[in-house]
């Protein structure tokens, strides 16, 4: 593996915000993913015809992110980047609870879709765990009621960018 730098990078345009919309999960299990330098062309289920299900969650407000932290040591010679995501989801119930706890108990890869329109997915090789998480309904009237997550994954590289028609050939089971 060379490594040696390809391209140089311009101060690009301020045309970009933060913050997540959604996260959308897929059962853990082995993929056939093409990854095209960084961006992710095509994904199946080991199956290699079958395109994956995902259950997408709505996640709009402060508080939700994705950081990725470049974990390097030369003694080692080793290199990975732990993805981390913080997320807020609005409301108790008993339903949720049920799929909260299967989301912990599991090891989902995961779909972050940020307020730019761009979808990167964080485990792709070995999943997310559930590192931390609340289930609380607050103490005073404007309180959040509802649930609050870590996920962390451990992969090679950053998460790679999700292309829109890989998207678009997945089943994505919306939230009611």
Do not use: H
């Amino acid at each position: 593996m060379s490594c040696l730098l390809t391209v140089g990078r311009v101060e690009p345009c301020k045309d970009s915000v933060g913050g997540i919309e959604s996260l959308t999960f897929l059962n853990y299990q082995e993929y056939v993913v093409t990854d095209t330098a960084g961006v992710i062309t095509a994904m199946f289920e080991d199956d290699g015809t079958t395109p994956p299900t995902g259950y997408r969650y709505i996640c709009r407000g402060a508080g939700n992110n994705l950081t990725q932290n470049v974990n390097s040591s030369r003694d080692n010679g080793t290199t990975f980047v732990q993805q981390d995501i913080a997320a807020t989801f609005k409301k108790l119930s008993a339903a949720s609870n049920e799929e909260f706890m299967l989301m912990i108990y599991g090891r989902p890869l995961v779909i972050v879709e940020d307020y730019n329109g761009v979808r990167w997915m964080c485990g792709v090789n070995w999943g997310c765990d559930a590192t931390a998480g609340t289930a609380v309904t607050g103490a005073a009237m404007g309180d959040l009621s509802g649930y609050t997550l870590t996920l962390s994954g451990m992969e090679r590289k950053f998460a790679p960018q999700l292309d829109d028609a890989t998207y678009a050939t997945m089943t994505i089971v919306e939230g009611v």
